[in-house]
């Protein structure tokens, strides 16, 4: 790897540290919300606006922009903490996270800038995804769409229809990213209701199909960058990832999957992601 590479990389972890650290600036605000989830998606998340998507956070609406839909919206507190980092908003707005007048809810509002679609409800964000698609298609544009799915999210029907359609389609210009942390809101996917062979579903469905370390920035950036891996049907990039990634006392625990997040805690959560930088 070249020295270049290596500083890239370096610059986008410290990213993902100040994912980690903001959304829990954004939780403590709030008092308790999700933070599993949350710190599953902030390496992935860092990639994707620090590297990957082409988007003017001072012209949010410009029509070029690449569209990513964060379809878990409940870990909107690190999409809130990326979207502040990128410029589109000030991080002071963090310290308002789930105020009654702020405009930064526990889940994504097409309302905040940079916000593609208003997201809580599971199970629908790769179908409006698909819209986004077609529309670039239909439009003669050339930006790119990509949907964060959860992996308790995929036990929603909705998700395996969109993803029949968006093949029947030849959606090239969508990806979905699976957050594969193996943990829902009460208990182990595997247990609950298991989505295994998950990448071999996907291909079963006309897929295209990586998977990665979620946590492996090298990993990342490499399957972002090497997107479409077809040119005539969708991409997935399965990603394993640990729930709670980041701190000792939430990782791989559905406790964690949403909590209260104290002084005590937030201290603690913070002494563990270490500076900012
Ligand atoms: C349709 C719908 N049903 C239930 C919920 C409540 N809910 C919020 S998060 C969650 C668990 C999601 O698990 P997963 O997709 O694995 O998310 P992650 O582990 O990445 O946080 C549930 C059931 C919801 N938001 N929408």
Known sequence: MTGNMEAKL?????????IRRNAL?????????HVGGSLSAADLLA??????????????DWA?????VLSKGHANAALAAVLAQAGFFSEDALDTFYGYESSLGMHPDIKVPGVEMSTGGLGHGLSVGIGMALGARLQGLDFRTIVMVGDGELQEGSNWEAAMSATHLGLAGLTAIVDYN???????VGEMLDLEPLADKWRAFGWAVREIDGHDMAEVVDALDALPYDTRRP???VAHTVKGK???FAEGTYLWHSNMVTDEIYAK?????????
């Open 182 to 188: 193996k943990i829902q809101q009460s208990g182990n």
């Open 47 to 60: 990639a994707l606006y620090f590297h990957h998507l082409r988007l003017r956070p001072h012209e949010p």
């Open 25 to 33: 600036r954004a939780l403590h605000a709030a008092g308790s919300g």
């Open 269 to 277: 959560a913070m002494a563990e992601l270490g500076e900012s930088a």
């Open 10 to 18: 370096a610059g986008l972890r410290d990213h993902a540290r100040d």
């Open 64 to 68: 070029g922009r690449d569209r990513f």
């Open 235 to 237: 991409s997935v990039i």
């Open 246 to 248: 980041g701190l000792s």
